[in-house]
């Protein structure tokens, strides 16, 4: 059975906090719907309906469009150990480029990350649990570090370059503004 909430509630913060993994749901109205897969610590509650993820150089960039055109946001959160959950949070999110004054405002909150490229700020409009019990349990072995050592490698010239060939357009044709 689901359950809902205008905000935060501390035990879905604490449930936030011990999770290594959430997905990131946007779309525009003409768009396809992109689900990704984000972690490397990269999220912070920063209040009862608002929350920062920093988001990495990554072969796309749908993320970045789709908000630049129409906000909504589902960020959802599923626990793979005992107690089962699900967590959504839904929400209208904006998005902060390495370039904009913002940046230096937020950045300092996360781990600094070779390749980090944007942070999405989601101002939550709903918090939605649900049982999650057909979940099913998996452990976490260790977060792995080829995305670090590549955007490294790179270094800040060559992840600008990547960014211009391969992340200034979502996949239907919409510019990201990086």
């Avoid at 920093?54 to 072969?59: A, D, I, K």
């Avoid at 960039?61 to 005992?82: G, I, K, L, S």
């Avoid at 790179?154 to 960014?163: A, E, K, T, V």
Wanted: aromatic share 10%; proline share 5%; hydrophobic share 40%.
């Amino acid at each position: 059975m689901s359950r809902r909430f205008e905000a935060l509630m501390a035990g879905h913060k604490a449930f936030i906090a011990r999770q290594k993994i959430f997905f990131v749901g946007t779309a525009t109205a003409d768009s396809r719907v992109n689900i990704s897969p984000k972690g490397m610590d990269s999220l912070r509650v920063l209040g009862d309906n608002r929350v920062l993820w920093l988001n990495m150089t990554g072969s796309g960039n749908e993320t970045a469009a789709h908000v630049q055109q129409q906000p909504r946001m589902t960020v959802m959160f599923c626990a793979f150990d005992d107690p089962p959950m699900i967590l959504r949070l839904y929400g209208a999110a904006r998005v902060i480029h390495k370039g904009d004054v913002e940046w230096q405002d937020w950045f300092p909150l996360f781990k600094p990350l070779p390749g980090a490229r944007q942070i999405f700020d989601m101002s939550i409009d709903l918090v939605q649990t649900s049982c999650g019990l057909g979940v099913p349990r998996y452990s976490h072995e260790e977060d792995r570090q080829q995305l670090n050592d590549w955007a490294a490698q790179r270094g800040d010239d060559g992840l600008r370059q990547y960014w211009k060939e391969k992340n200034r357009f979502s996949i239907d044709h919409i510019p990201t503004n990086i």
